[in-house]
């Protein structure tokens, strides 16, 4: 029974989700980020806009949340047929397609501005954030997307071939988010290290500490190479300079929460060490100005 008396079977999955965050100390944002939603996202779960999440989410969920029995979460609610699967979305195919599709050749035609495709970038970020079909509408401009951003890094040079990276690194992180969830985990793993290899290319800090970020997420999501992903979080997190703004200081401190958070098969042993951690760590932003990766 909780702490006001209120008896738990009396309580919706929302209300369940939102006791145990509030317990936890957790902001929307910040359990929002934890399993790749947004605030908004996590909003409408605790206020019953959203229905119960797949088996997936619901897993991360409970785990982020700092619940062993899931029935904890989900009380006397029967989970439906479709909690179970992993449904492919019906874009999987295209945005596949335009992940695996190499262009040996530079097309003759003029690739848009830079800050043309920047602009799409952060477009594209608001359609994941701001629309409830969100993974449809992203999964109908991603592929143009990577193959219009692809060609201006080949073609440019100097700073602009830098920015065009940059703006490369935030589309494939987009696609690791819309992958998340799909049937596809070495797409996931992918995307991932493409995005890491752009923002290197790049020589960019922040667009590096975020690539450090969702890297961590694909090492610690897998159970594996703990002491990997500590490294890759820390020697990310030098790279900025918190006191220069919200920017670094942003990724900063999702870095080192990343980097307080046990993997899968330590979460148990080590969930309670991490709560200070969780309670002040703030949501990151990308280059372009959009919170990632909620």
């Known amino acids: 029974m909780p702490h006001d008396g209120t008896p738990r079977l009396s309580l919706t999955f929302g209300q369940r989700v939102r ?36 088996l997936p989410l619901l897993l991360r969920l409970a ?15 029967r989970l439906s047929a479709a909690t179970y699967t992993r449904a492919a979305h019906d874009a999987l195919p295209a945005v596949r397609d335009a992940l695996t599709t190499y262009r040996l050749t530079v097309s003759d035609s003029e690739p848009p501005t830079v800050p043309e495709l920047r602009e799409r970038v ?14 449809t509408r992203v999964s109908m401009v991603l592929p143009e997307l990577l193959a219009d951003l692809r060609h201006a890094v080949r073609v440019h040079e100097g700073a602009d071939r830098r920015r065009a990276l940059v703006a490369l690194a935030e589309t ?26 752009a923002a290197q290319d790049a020589d960019d800090p922040h667009a590096m500490a975020v690539a450090a970020w969702y890297t961590n997420h694909v090492f610690r999501d897998a159970g594996e190479r703990h002491e990997a992903r500590v490294d890759l979080a820390m020697s990310a997190a030098s790279l900025l300079a918190p006191e220069h703004g ?15 958070c046990p993997s899968r098969r330590s979460a148990g042993a080590a969930r ?5 951690t969780v309670r002040t760590a703030p949501p990151a932003v990308s280059a372009t100005g959009t919170r990632t990766p909620s």
Do not use: C
């Open 172 to 197: 494939y992180h987009l696609a690791q988010l819309y992958l998340s969830f799909q049937p596809a985990p070495e797409l996931v793993t992918l995307t991932g290290d493409r995005a890491m290899a």
């Open 272 to 276: 309670h060490g991490t709560t200070g």
């Open 122 to 135: 952060r477009q594209a970020w608001q359609l994941w954030h701001g629309n409830r079909d969100h993974r």
């Open 246 to 260: 919200p920017e670094d200081l942003a990724r900063w401190g999702l870095l080192h929460l990343a980097a307080a």
């Open 63 to 77: 785990e982020v949340l700092g619940i062993d029995d899931l029935a904890e979460l989900t009380g006397e609610e």
């Open 19 to 54: 006791r145990f965050r509030e317990r936890n100390g957790q902001t929307r944002a910040v359990l929002g980020g934890l399993v790749g939603r947004s605030a908004e996202w996590v909003k409408g779960i605790e206020t019953g806009r959203l229905k119960t999440p797949r």
